[in-house]
């Protein structure tokens, strides 16, 4: 029998996805980014003391990143669909390096005083900038590297790991941020180590990761910013063909009365958690009379952290699927913990109460996110998902640009008053959610119609 010639032979295109060397890869990526900002929370309570600033000022200096992330995040995500993903994710790992390298010089020339406290943090939010203008880029271009490359019956599973690499940084970052503060750097160590982790990363993207040449269509999606025990980034499976129903539905408006009442206790209830987050390291601090020895302080911050962000994967991995919980019922009972943890840890005086208190209070959140962003997405047509998953992305991270400072701020003033403010919002989206929520029976009756 004679051989085909191999040039009129199809080529068949590789349907295994991704190898597990290069999903790896990616997974760092998403990991890096998650932990370094983590970790950075776990210490700029303890650099704010140090060199006796405000904590105000300390929480309006790293959530400027947040509004940028906001407003650069969706701009990311379009232009890595422009065949540059692994473009965009070396920008983004780029600005993440340069930013935490240039925070560290400035905080361990800040705690030297080697310049005024003022100056310092001037700086440090200059150069916060370049996290989140250009971070922002590695995240939707990582999603939409993977969704490009493997087939529709991988995908889910694929999205569903690189998503989970966010959750992990968040406990990773707090985990070891204390064990990065050591001579000389000091509580600005953990700077300069994950800056030069994000090198490493950016070299090994550079030299492993090949060239864009998607199999799939696939678009990046709009990822929020990470902070400890927050925003579930659960990146959902982009579908073919989305590109041409993209021409035939109008522009989806957060006015639209489907989406309303889920977008309602969507940024009620993130500016509760905002508040809380924000707070957290300083009241730490304060509980535990810390406050005249801060380099003692990056541990029991970070671990506080890491409890929460530890609750927040148990609810988002384990309750959610295991329980079948549906939208409404995760939102409900999530704002139910999310109240009684705030009330446990207000009456706190301990290292454990005050862990176990955050993590009641995470668990909680780590309910309700998923259900309000499950909600959302179920409230309108399987075309219009894309819109909304940009509506919830940019509203998740709206929530971080004032209200952390806000929080600091009142409970500066009045510790009870930020604990009740951060109580009552919960409060509040838990009666709103029980009037004006659908019902999960309904939910789920639309979208077996979809399907």
């Known amino acids: 029998m004679a051989e085909r010639d191999p040039a009129l032979t199809p080529a068949i295109p590789q349907t295994g996805g991704i190898s597990r060397a290069r999903m790896a890869l990616l997974f760092l990526v998403m990991l890096t980014t998650a932990a370094g900002n983590t970790a950075m929370q776990s210490v700029m309570p303890s650099i704010g003391t140090k060199m006796g600033v405000a904590d105000v000022w300390i929480s309006l200096a790293y959530t400027w990143s947040a509004l940028l992330w906001v407003i650069c995040?969706?701009?990311w995500a379009r232009r890595s669909d422009q065949r540059g993903r692994k473009a965009m994710m070396a920008l983004g790992m780029i600005g993440f390096s340069a930013s935490f390298g240039l925070c560290g010089l400035v905080m361990m020339a800040g705690l030297?005083?080697?310049m005024s406290a003022g100056l310092t943090l001037a700086l440090f939010a200059a150069a916060r900038s370049l996290y989140g203008g250009f971070g922002s880029a590695a995240p939707p271009a990582v999603q939409a590297y993977v969704a490009s490359r493997t087939p529709r019956a991988e995908r889910t599973k694929a999205m569903a790991l690189i998503a989970s690499s966010f959750g992990l940084g968040?406990?990773?970052g707090p985990a070891i941020a204390p064990l990065l503060v050591f001579p000389g750097p000091g509580l600005s160590g953990p700077f300069f180590i994950f800056a030069a982790f994000g090198i490493?990363?950016?070299i090994a993207l550079r030299l492993r990761l090949p060239n864009d040449d998607p199999t799939f269509a696939a678009r990046g999606q709009i990822t929020a910013a990470p902070f400890s025990a927050s925003a579930s980034n659960s990146a959902g499976p982009s579908d073919e063909g989305t590109e041409a129903l993209e021409g035939t539905i109008p522009d989806l408006s957060w006015r639209d009365p489907r989406l309303r009442p889920w977008l309602i206790a969507g940024l009620v209830g993130g500016h509760a958690q905002a508040a809380l987050l924000g707070l957290a390291g300083f009241f730490v601090l304060d509980r535990l009379g810390l406050r005249s020895d801060p380099m003692a302080g990056a541990g029991p911050v970070g671990t506080v952290l890491m409890a929460g962000a530890g609750a927040t994967?148990?609810?988002q991995w384990g309750l959610i699927p295991n329980l079948k919980m549906g939208p409404r019922t995760s939102l409900l009972w999530g704002m139910v913990l999310a109240l009684i943890g705030t009330a446990f840890i207000a009456l706190s005086w301990d290292l454990h109460s005050i862990a176990l208190g955050f993590a009641i209070t995470s668990l909680g959140f780590g309910l309700y996110r998923p259900g309000f962003t499950a909600g959302a997405s179920l409230a309108v047509s399987r075309a219009?998902?894309?819109?909304?998953?940009?509506?919830?992305?940019?509203l998740n991270g709206a929530a971080y640009i004032f209200a952390p400072a806000l929080g600091v701020w009142i409970y500066n003033h009045e510790e009870w008053l930020a604990f009740?403010?951060?109580?009552g919002l919960c409060a509040l989206v838990l009666g709103w959610g029980w009037r004006a929520l659908e019902a999960d029976s309904v939910l789920?009756?639309?979208r077996d119609t979809a399907d």
């Open 73 to 75: 995040a969706p701009m």
């Open 112 to 114: 030297e005083e080697l």
């Open 170 to 172: 968040t406990v990773i």
């Open 200 to 202: 490493l990363v950016l």
């Open 313 to 315: 994967l148990l609810a």
């Open 384 to 394: 219009e998902q894309g819109q909304v998953g940009g509506i919830v992305a940019s």
């Open 420 to 423: 009740s403010l951060i109580g």
């Open 444 to 446: 789920e009756a639309r």
